[in-house]
């Protein structure tokens, strides 16, 4: 079965600083992955999503992830941060069996930043 | 192009009580699936709906249940409420069922179970 973990509950940061929100998930099959951003009392909004090819794949505000298929990671970087990315992060998995799709999550990262 | 839709935006009920959620998907797109997203933790599947049917479920018990129309909008409801019931439910459309394609969410409906 896939699983999706990811390490860290919270990350607080200062403004301008870099971050890395780290994710690791459980497959046997080929993957798709992808990141939400969850902000305060909304829905979910893709960030970004790796579906095959290039390993590094980026959003258009700034963030980038790299699929790592040796170590099954998929984390997310961004080399400096801005007080409105504060929000709650989610790392997917689709899964593909029995004829439909789901995505499985993981339990989320509140990132905080500070200025 | 109109994104995917949820109403209502908030709902209070009670214990025991039956609810009706709404969710009305992209242009285009004739699969929704549904998601539970109680607090602190991430979004958990109900079910999907492809052309009119239940083509995939969670690991939901039967109380939860749902319907797709002609149109490709969906609903989703809950019979005897329970406090646990109490959550963010997203809905989610997307083009097809078939793997690696995009699935685009709603706002959500937040469900307080009293």
């Known amino acids: 079965a896939q699983s999706v973990t990811q390490l860290d509950s919270q990350v607080p940061v200062f403004e301008e600083a870099p971050v890395e929100l780290r994710c690791n998930y459980s497959s046997s099959v080929s993957v798709y992955l992808f990141w939400y951003v969850q902000y305060p009392n909304q829905g979910l909004q893709l960030l970004l999503k790796?579906?095959?090819?290039?390993?590094l794949v980026e959003s258009i505000n700034g963030f980038e992830a790299e699929f790592n298929k040796s170590q099954t990671s998929f984390h997310l970087r961004k080399p400096s941060v801005h007080i409105s990315d504060t929000a709650e992060y989610f790392c997917a998995v689709y899964s593909f069996s029995g004829g439909y799709n789901k995505l499985i999550f993981g339990a989320g990262t509140r990132l905080a930043v500070h200025p | 192009e109109t994104g995917v839709t949820q109403s209502p935006t908030h709902l209070i009920k009670t214990r025991g009580q039956q609810v009706t959620l709404r969710c009305s998907s992209q242009?285009?797109?004739?699969?929704v699936s549904w998601y539970q997203q109680a607090l602190g933790q991430g979004p958990q599947f109900i079910f999907q709906?492809?052309?009119?049917?239940?083509?995939g479920r969670g690991n939901f018990p039967p109380r939860f249940s749902g319907l797709q129309f002609p149109n490709y909008s969906s609903e989703l409801n809950v019979n005897a409420l329970e406090l646990d019931d109490s959550a963010l439910y997203l809905c989610a459309s997307s083009p097809t069922s078939g793997g690696g394609n995009e699935q685009f969410f709603g706002p959500g409906t937040r469900l307080t179970v009293l």
């Open positions: 242009s285009g797109h004739n699969t």
């Open positions: 709906y492809y052309r009119e049917e239940e083509n």
């Open positions: 790796y579906l095959s090819g290039s390993t």
